[in-house]
């Protein structure tokens, strides 16, 4: 799973994102499935693959990644 959008984001990912930004990519794009691109990984999934403490840390660097134009978040 993930394995092609894992390697775009390794060889892609703009370089002024900090490591945490990158981290978050990585792990998300090597759940997401290769033809979707989808992950359904969970939040508590998440938290735990990036090591933090909870859900407001991971919300703050998406935000980021947000503000720099990389939105992973889909609207409800």
Known sequence: MG???YREVKDH???KIGLAELALLLLI???ANDV???S???RDQIVK???VADW???KKILGRLAA???ELRVPI
């Open 56 to 58: 407001d840390t991971i």
């Open 13 to 15: 990912a703009p370089e």
């Open 40 to 42: 359904f990984a969970t």
């Open 49 to 51: 693959w990036m090591r």
């Open 36 to 38: 979707t691109r989808l």
């Open 3 to 5: 394995y092609e959008l």
């Open 29 to 31: 794009a090597d759940d």
């Open 68 to 70: 720099i134009g990389i």
